[in-house]
């Protein structure tokens, strides 16, 4: 198990919860690929870890797979994630240090390198990966997040 410190859990949607892919309908809906082996963050809930999705991104798939989730706290349409992610630490009165950060691409390295813990999913660009404490073995919407949930973050994987 992970240092006691981590209080949040923050990942990123596009390319770590999803393969990476949006598909757009006739209508123009936003249609992203979730994997339902990555429905774990109760896990996390259990032991009083809070959750929060940050996303450059902002439509009603992300808000209602977060809400699915009962995820703590959503970040969407961030252009700065590191004034983003700083802004929620002060409001919920927590450092860099107690968090853990999920990412994949150049927007989600300024939190990584500040985060107490970071993850990269197996197909993140090089430039993540070189900043990351820890590389996924699954690919991004392919169980990752379940991965390093259970690996990192799970009581009974870690007795």
Sequence with gaps: MLNKKIKLFITDVDG????GKIYYSSSGDVLRNYDMHD????????????????SGESDDS???RAKKLKIDFVILGSQDKLKDVSSLLKRLKL????IAYVGDDLGDIVVMKKAGVSFAVKNAIEEVKRVADHI???????GAIREIVEK?????KNK
Excluded: H
């Design 16 to 19: 770590v919860l999803t393969d």
């Design 39 to 54: 429905g774990v963050f109760y896990i996390l809930k259990e032991q009083g870890i809070l959750t929060a999705f940050c």
């Design 62 to 64: 992300i808000k209602n």
């Design 95 to 98: 450092s860099f240090d107690n």
């Design 136 to 142: 996924t073995e699954a690919e991004a919407g392919s």
């Design 152 to 156: 990192y973050f799970s009581k009974s």
